[in-house]
């Protein structure tokens, strides 16, 4: 990362210096774009660029512009010296220069992303200004379909130059007060991720400003006008997923969608109408995330062409209409996973198949292994947990990508024997406190179908009639505790849940030189069994990221 300072100076001299001192001070190299000043000014101009010589770099129009103009002037020449990111800042004193080490941290931590400032007003702010801010934030959310952008009007924001210039390069922008709210709506449009750190904004005593109510807002108003036409041809684009996005495509990286208290007006729902009345609200919910969670959709689709080909007999065609299915089945199942957990789900509703292979290991008092994966609702486990005095479940999740989700689980969770163990990675400390609880007669429930979320330990195996990853961590643990290990499936078939238990490995044994061999069979040997349970309930394999991709 290398970043410099572009200023926007129109006859704005008083302060100037004082902005000029501050960035400078910060080893903030600045371009200093005068957008024809008067002549007095553009002399004061040029003594403070000669004092602050050679950390400022001029570029002078010889007509007036307006402040798009100049701010694209001085993005270009930003770029053209070999600077990869922009920090736009008034020339009045009106941003607070001591927030700029956060600008630039959170560009450091988001490089490709647009950081802008969103204002904390004091009472120097005209009303009248407020006013309008806030109808450009109506538009603003129409014309992008979404709230990601919370303020579009301030200038003082760290720009990605790559994206930002070849936005300019290929789209005719405003070069007046339309600017700053134009390029964030097409830089969003362009699948340029906006993200906001919290500024005072003061505006000075006797300031002048170059705003003309009239004029400008009227060239506001066209341009929403503008881009909300724009925003209807883009439309059909953003419902079948041609609008351009950089998504997260890790899983742990893919942030959960909704709210905590969402997820309690359903459950509240369901307590004072039943289930019927939880589906009928969630069907809108989750085609609305069906419409904006391209990432998760195309995955979606994905996996459905794989399926349909390894298996034509299902019938199951990559369609969006199956794709919306798929997403309404996982709707489902997390309610079926909030009334487990709440106990509105007995060993009654659940049909359990060969469960003397996990009795029998039970009885024998040892510990051990419950391999499974992301299919159906596998909290139906806990039905069966309830009914056996001698099993604990310790389920090692990972929950911060879904922690409304989690914490919603935790407000409604009655007492059980199953513990739900925040794990990221399993390094050894992580190992031996397992292998603990497993020599006290304890089981480790482990998906065996999600990659790790900090490290590559992965081995790559056929799934589906293509390579995909694999974690080795549950075999290699397996193997480490040398305790048995059982592979657990649950599916809702019938409007039944169903858990199918089968014995997996007792245990896994390898020598230095067959490690690896042992280690990628017995990854293979889970791939086979998850997918032939995928081809009993296709649409309840939850895996909604680019699994094949990911290797």
């Given at each position: ?33 005068d957008d024809g000043s008067h002549v007095d000014a553009a002399k004061e101009i040029d003594g403070w660029v000669a004092q602050f010589a050679p950390s400022v770099t ?127 709506v097409r830089l969003h449009w362009a699948g340029v991720e906006v993200r906001h750190v919290p500024t005072q904004v003061t505006y000075p005593q006797g300031g002048v ?343």
């Amino acid at each position: 990362m290398k970043p410099c300072a572009v200023i926007p100076v129109f006859n704005h001299v008083e302060r100037l210096g004082v902005v000029l001192e501050a960035l400078v001070a910060r080893a903030l190299p600045v371009v200093l774009v005068d957008d024809g000043s008067h002549v007095d000014a553009a002399k004061e101009i040029d003594g403070w660029v000669a004092q602050f010589a050679p950390s400022v770099t001029l570029v002078r129009h010889v007509e007036n512009q307006g402040k798009g103009g100049a701010v694209m002037t001085g993005l270009r020449e930003a770029a053209r010296l070999g600077f990869t990111h922009a920090l736009q800042i008034d020339a009045d004193g009106q941003h607070d220069s001591a927030d700029v080490p956060r600008f630039l941290a959170e560009a450091e931590a988001h490089p490709e992303a647009l950081i802008s400032g969103k204002p904390v007003f004091d009472a120097s702010v005209p009303k009248g200004r407020l006013i309008g801010r806030y109808a450009t934030h109506f538009w603003v959310w129409v014309n992008t379909l979404s709230f990601d952008i919370a303020d579009s009007m301030c200038g003082f924001r760290v720009y990605p130059l790559g994206a930002t210039v070849a936005l300019l390069d290929r789209e005719s922008l405003g070069r007046r007060m339309d600017f700053d709210i134009e390029i964030m709506v097409r830089l969003h449009w362009a699948g340029v991720e906006v993200r906001h750190v919290p500024t005072q904004v003061t505006y000075p005593q006797g300031g002048v400003s170059h705003f003309q109510p009239l004029k400008d807002n009227v060239r506001i108003s066209l341009l929403h006008m503008r881009l909300f036409f724009g925003m209807l041809w883009r439309w059909p684009g953003w419902l079948i997923g041609s609008r351009r996005s950089k998504q997260p495509t890790h899983w742990a990286a893919m942030g959960e969608r909704g709210t905590l208290l969402g997820l309690k007006a359903l459950l509240w729902v369901h307590r004072l109408l039943g289930r019927w009345a939880v589906q009928a609200l969630l069907y809108p919910v989750i085609f609305y995330f069906f419409l904006t969670s391209k990432t998760a959709r195309e995955a979606s689709l994905e996996y459905l062409q794989r399926i349909s080909a390894a298996y034509p007999q299902l019938g199951l065609k990559p369609s969006y209409a199956n794709s919306c299915r798929h997403f309404f089945a996982m709707g489902s199942a997390m309610i079926d996973k909030v009334l487990t957990m709440a106990g509105g789900i007995t060993l009654q509703d659940v049909d359990v198949h060969q469960r003397h292979l996990m009795t029998d290991v039970i009885a024998s008092g040892k510990g051990g292994i419950v391999l499974t994966a992301h299919l159906g609702n596998l909290e139906a486990m806990q039905a069966l947990a309830d009914q056996n005095p001698k099993l604990t479940l310790n389920i090692l999740t990972y929950t911060q990508h879904a922690e409304n989700f989690q914490r919603l689980i935790s407000e409604v969770k009655r007492p059980s024997k199953v513990r739900l163990m925040q794990v990221g990675e399993l390094g050894p400390d992580t190992a031996l406190e397992l292998s603990a609880r497993v020599a006290r007669g304890e089981w480790l429930v482990i998906a065996g179908d999600r990659v790790p979320v900090s490290s590559p330990r992965t081995v790559d195996v056929d799934f589906l009639g293509k390579r995909a990853p694999f974690p080795i961590g549950p075999h290699l643990l397996g193997g480490l505790l040398g305790c048995p290990v059982i592979l657990v499936m649950c599916v809702k078939l019938n409007g039944r849940h169903n858990i199918f238990y089968e014995s997996f490995a007792d245990p896994l044994r390898w020598t230095r030189s067959t490690r690896d061999e042992v280690i990628r069979q017995s990854a293979q040997a889970f791939a086979q069994r998850l997918e032939y349970h995928c081809a009993q309930a296709p649409l309840q394999w939850f895996n909604f990221y680019p699994f094949w991709r990911t290797s």
